[in-house]
């Protein structure tokens, strides 16, 4: 690729990188992108949401949309610090508030819940929580004698579509992700909450590590589970993009009055 290739996408990148916000309602989502992305890859997924009459806040994490030189500056507090602020201004809106979180977004939604107790329910998608690569393990000091790695952006089936995502990784900053991490799983039996998460069968970004981590480990008594077949690790955006739409519309409703299942974890 060379300089012009990369300039064209990078002005689209900044583009794409927008928070957005819409809808009326009395029930809100905040919606969490992922590690090097962007809302882009939530944008359709928060235009239904609108378009099923709920509030939502899909807010642009700081070090994401411009560089991956700016994301090595930034830390897991910060990111999180920005989906706090839009949970706590739904909040103030709302009556009743959910999370959705893709990837990295979901370990944010998670801390969300185990943060605000009054957090109605959460949906996630391909939630990065942990890793089986040995890779990690060597992390802290591999970053402070690289700066990148090859980026992990459009691991998508359905062909022709990107999520405008990083080209490279910023090695300071996964390490950063792996602190949030930590922190997420040493609080994940404070999330109570009713969950419904979706798991792409292949998945070439995060293992099947995660979502185990998450069933095991949770305090909800009701978490649901959806295996997609079609599609890979940016699922919003694949071939089952529209069905996750569509359930996570009917697991809101479902929830809104308080009506979930108990003691129970449903495998789908």
């Given at each position: 690729m060379g300089k012009g290739n990369r300039a064209e996408r990078e002005r689209a990148r900044r583009e794409h990188a927008v928070s957005y916000a819409g809808g009326d309602g009395a029930v809100g989502v905040v919606l969490c992108h992922g590690f090097?992305?962007?809302?882009?890859s939530l944008r359709p997924f928060a235009q239904h949401l609108v378009d099923a009459g709920f509030r939502v806040s899909l807010p642009l994490l700081p070090g994401h949309g411009t560089s991956w030189q700016e994301m090595a500056r930034t830390t897991w507090q910060q990111w999180y610090a920005e989906v706090d602020r839009a949970l706590l201004e739904l909040q103030e809106?709302?009556?009743?508030?959910?999370?959705?979180?893709?990837?990295?977004?979901?370990?944010?939604?998670?801390?969300?819940?185990?943060?605000?107790?009054?957090?109605?329910?959460?949906?996630?998608?391909?939630?990065?929580?942990?890793?089986?690569?040995?890779r990690f393990l060597v992390l802290p000091l591999l970053s402070r004698?690289?700066?990148?790695?090859?980026?992990?952006?459009?691991?998508?089936?359905?062909?022709?579509?990107t999520e405008h995502a990083y080209d490279r990784t910023p090695l300071k900053a996964v390490v950063e992700m792996t602190k949030l991490w930590?922190?997420?799983?040493?609080?994940?039996?404070?999330?109570?909450?009713?969950?419904?998460m979706f798991r792409s069968?292949?998945?070439?970004v995060v293992d099947q590590s995660s979502s185990r981590l998450l069933l095991q480990r949770v305090g909800s008594a009701e978490v649901t589970e959806r295996l997609l077949d079609r599609s890979f690790h940016v699922a919003t955006l694949d071939y089952d993009a529209e069905d996750i739409f569509a359930?996570?519309?009917?697991?809101?409703?479902?929830?809104?009055?308080?009506?979930?299942?108990?003691?129970?974890i449903l495998h789908g």
């Open positions: 090097t992305g962007s809302p882009f809106e709302c009556e009743q508030v959910f999370v959705v979180g893709l990837s990295m977004g979901g370990a944010l939604a998670l801390r969300l819940a185990q943060r605000h107790p009054g957090v109605r329910g959460i949906i996630v998608v391909n939630p990065s929580l942990t890793t089986l690569d040995k004698l690289v700066p990148s790695l090859a980026g992990i952006a459009d691991d998508i089936a359905k062909p022709g579509v930590a922190d997420v799983r040493a609080n994940l039996p404070r999330v109570t909450q009713p969950i419904l069968v292949t998945d070439r359930e996570t519309v009917d697991f809101i409703r479902r929830h809104i009055e308080g009506d979930a299942p108990t003691e129970e």
